[in-house]
T-cell receptor, first 112, second 116 residues
Framework: NAGVTQTPKFRVLKTGQSMTLLCAQD?????MYWYRQDPGMGLRLIHY???????AKGEVPDGYNVSRLKKQNFLLGLESAAPSQTSVYFC???????????FGQGTRLTVV | AQSVTQLGSHVSVSEGALVLLRCNYS??????LFWYVQYPNQGLQLLLK??????LVKGINGFEAEFKKSETSFHLTKPSAHMSDAAEYFC??????????????FGTGTLLAVQP
């Protein structure tokens, strides 16, 4: 049972390039989330999904898009990367009920 | 809207000393509260959670936290620090109702250093 798996773990992009981060969970969770972590700012919610085919904006959605075509996968896309998007990205998932979220190991993204 | 404030971005204690990490929350509805720990270059791991049952919550690795509604606080404590406790700790709040707004809001984190 792998839990929440993020791919890739590290990536360096040039400004203007695009990429997709993949999050996969094998716990049959309804909810999935993408956070970014920056020094001194904690974790901030980018986008989230309450079920297959549905997504919603979080606290800092600009510059990102997401898709949830399958219940177990949640993709985060950067269409035109900017240096301000250099960060560590975490995916998480949870049951619909009032329980904690389970986190992946993170993706460290550097935009140069 | 919910929010969390963690007082002290860096806390240093001696091995064997009391650990106290402060968290205050703001919520217009009864909250669910969480403490997560992040070791270097790793994801977040749940330490403990408050879900409106007992106000004193015990977690893993000897940590506990007490929910105090009158003080809107959920401070994390451990009687005796160990070197392995050095990590970053995050307090988080979730609105206690269902639906699409069932999201975790995190504090800015407290980096705990343990001195030998």
């Amino acid at each position: 049972n792998a839990g929440v798996t993020q791919t890739p773990k590290f990536r360096v992009l040039k400004t203007g390039q695009s990429m997709t981060l993949l999050c996969a969970q094998d716990m049959n969770h309804e909810y999935m989330y993408w956070y970014r972590q920056d020094p001194g700012m904690g974790l901030r919610l980018i986008h989230y999904s309450v079920g297959e085919g549905t997504t919603a904006k979080g606290e800092v959605p600009d510059g990102y898009n997401v898709s949830r075509l399958k219940k177990q996968n949640f993709l985060l896309g950067l269409e035109s990367a900017a240096p301000s998007q250099t960060s560590v990205y975490f995916c998480a998932s949870s049951y619909m009920g009032q329980t904690e979220a389970f986190f992946g190991q993170g993706t460290r993204l550097t935009v140069v | 809207a919910q929010s969390v404030t963690q007082l002290g971005s860096h806390v240093s204690v001696s091995e064997g000393a009391l650990v106290l990490l402060r968290c205050n929350y703001s919520s217009s509805v009864p909250p669910y509260l969480f403490w997560y720990v992040q070791y270097p270059n790793q994801g977040l791991q749940l330490l403990l959670k408050y879900t409106s049952a007992a106000t004193l919550v015990k977690g893993i690795n000897g940590f506990e936290a007490e929910f105090k509604k009158s003080e809107t606080s959920f401070h994390l404590t451990k009687p005796s620090a160990h070197m392995s406790d050095a990590a970053e700790y995050f307090c988080a709040v979730r609105a206690n109702y269902g639906g699409a707004t069932n999201k975790l809001i995190f504090g800015t984190g407290t980096l705990l250093a343990v001195q030998p």
